[in-house]
């Protein structure tokens, strides 16, 4: 494998990408890839500040263009600093979200439009496209509730049940026509999960 690959993981808040994306590396790592995982929005020091902004409680006043800004902005750092040069470089690139979360959630949930987020995200992409995003599907009301068990929910996941509702609906309605969203049902334990994801990665490798 000359170019590296970039494979991303969405789903709901609480879908359990975390432990999943973890498992994921370790396999891989195992498998003799060199493995970069990272996550949005953050990932670098100055996207990390960004993501504070935008998930604080505070910031009631926050308007959605500005928050689909701030999501944009952390991204271009992020693509610029570590996917691009990790992906010129060999290496397999694991993002906890990506593009498509903004598409859902402040495209869908937000109403702010999907044309409008993928002009606003045109330019922090800087062409770059995942090879592969495995959707986590899961009731949102099923992940808000491990959430909670968790945490304190964040200003994202404080946005009630009716815009969770619409984020999974787009969620779901989008993946219908991409073919390289693959979903994957995480309302299993997580052993399961996890052999459901490598078969999918690694026909891509595979494939490649
Ligand atoms: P995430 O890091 O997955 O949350 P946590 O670590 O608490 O599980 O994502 C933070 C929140 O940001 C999540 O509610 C989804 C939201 N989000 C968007 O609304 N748009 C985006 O573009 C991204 C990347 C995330």
């Known amino acids: 494998m000359k170019k590296g690959l970039l494979i991303?993981?969405?789903g709901p808040d609480g879908s359990g990408k975390t432990t999943q994306i973890q498992l994921l590396e370790e396999y891989l790592k195992q498998k003799g890839?060199?493995?970069?995982?990272t996550r949005e929005p953050g990932g670098t020091?100055?996207?990390?500040?960004?993501?504070?902004i935008i998930l604080d409680n505070r910031n009631t006043e926050m308007s959605d263009?500005?928050?689909?800004?701030?999501?944009?902005?952390s991204r271009a750092q992020l693509v610029n600093e570590i996917i691009k040069p990790s992906i010129e470089e060999g290496k397999i690139v694991i993002c906890?979200?990506?593009v498509l979360s903004s598409i859902v959630y402040q495209g869908i949930g937000r109403e702010l439009g999907i044309e409008k987020i993928k002009y606003i995200n045109q330019a922090a992409l800087e062409g770059l496209e995942p090879d592969l995003t495995i959707m986590l599907t899961i009731p949102y009301?099923?992940?808000?509730?491990?959430?909670y068990k968790q945490k304190t929910l964040?200003?994202?996941e404080n946005s009630g049940n009716k815009f969770h509702e619409k984020v999974f609906n787009g969620y779901l309605d989008i993946s219908k026509n991409y073919d390289k969203i693959k979903l994957v049902n995480a309302n299993k334990n997580v052993k399961e999960v996890h052999n459901?994801?490598?078969?999918?990665v690694d026909s891509l490798i595979k494939n490649k």
């Open 96 to 98: 906890d979200r990506f």
């Open 33 to 37: 890839f060199e493995i970069i995982k």
């Open 45 to 52: 020091p100055i996207s990390e500040k960004i993501r504070n």
């Open 8 to 10: 991303t993981l969405e």
């Open 196 to 200: 459901q994801i490598v078969e999918i």
């Open 65 to 73: 263009m500005c928050e689909a800004l701030l999501y944009a902005a």
């Open 154 to 156: 964040d200003r994202l």
């Open 141 to 147: 009301e099923e992940g808000l509730k491990r959430k």
